[in-house]
């Protein structure tokens, strides 16, 4: 079942603004991933971190593995209308490659 | 282009019917994935194959059945004892134990009346 706990639920920010959200964990992860999906759509892979403390950036996204290995964390600076959506972590304890999903949060984006 | 598709995009049946949604991958992916997603939750585990002919149990597996006879194909038919098979789902792929990234298709929403 699902063991990650994302927060926070839901933001509602102003267009220029920077936007932080978390995921934890009671377990260990090997690979922490961060998603965007947009409604009626299929979830967006954004950034793929495999390393403890590794800070990756994707244009205005950055995201970093904890070094715990039980957290990760995503920020997205000067959000823009586009970065409307549902973002969601994923974390992987297996070397094959079974997710285990946070419930998403969701970004509202207003001008 | 490489990608994921699934189709239809959206589908209606009637209750205890059993339905199949197709999902298609041409990204030469070795494991196929389906997920169940409900309004304001995550994303749950049907079914995993990580090789063909060879399928596992995820987290959410009564009501469901898959096969894998094509390493393209993998889909999924929800039976008549899913007892709310009312969702969104999706489907991915990966390479796995080398690259854990899975990859989405855009999804099949299914309303059983």
């Known amino acids: 079942g699902q063991q990650l706990n994302q927060s926070p639920q839901s933001m509602f920010i102003q267009e220029g603004e920077d936007v932080s959200m978390n995921c934890t964990s009671s377990s260990i992860f090997n690979t922490w991933l961060w998603y965007k999906q947009d409604p009626g759509e299929g979830p967006v892979l954004l950034i793929a971190l495999y390393k403890a403390g590794e800070l990756t950036s994707n244009g205005r996204l950055t995201a970093q593995f904890g070094i715990t290995r039980k957290d990760s964390f995503l920020n997205i600076s000067a959000s823009i209308p586009s970065d409307v959506g549902i973002y969601f972590c994923?974390?992987?304890?297996?070397?094959?490659?079974?997710?285990?999903f946070g419930a998403g949060t969701q970004v509202v984006v207003t001008p | 282009d490489g990608g994921i598709t699934q189709s239809p995009k959206y589908l209606f049946r009637k209750e205890g019917q059993n339905v199949t949604l197709s999902c298609e991958q041409n990204l030469n992916h070795d494991a196929m994935y389906w997920y169940r997603q409900d309004p304001g939750q995550g994303l749950r585990l049907i079914y995993y194959s990580q090789i063909v002919n060879d399928f596992q149990k995820g987290d959410i597996a009564e009501g469901y059945s898959v096969s894998r006879e094509k390493k393209e194909s993998f889909p999924l038919t929800v039976t008549s004892a899913q007892k709310n098979p009312t969702a969104f789902y999706l489907c991915a792929s990966s390479i796995p134990l080398t690259y854990n990234e899975q990859f989405f298709g855009p999804g099949t929403r299914l309303t059983v009346l």
């Open positions: 994923a974390g992987l304890t297996d070397s094959w490659g079974k997710l285990q």
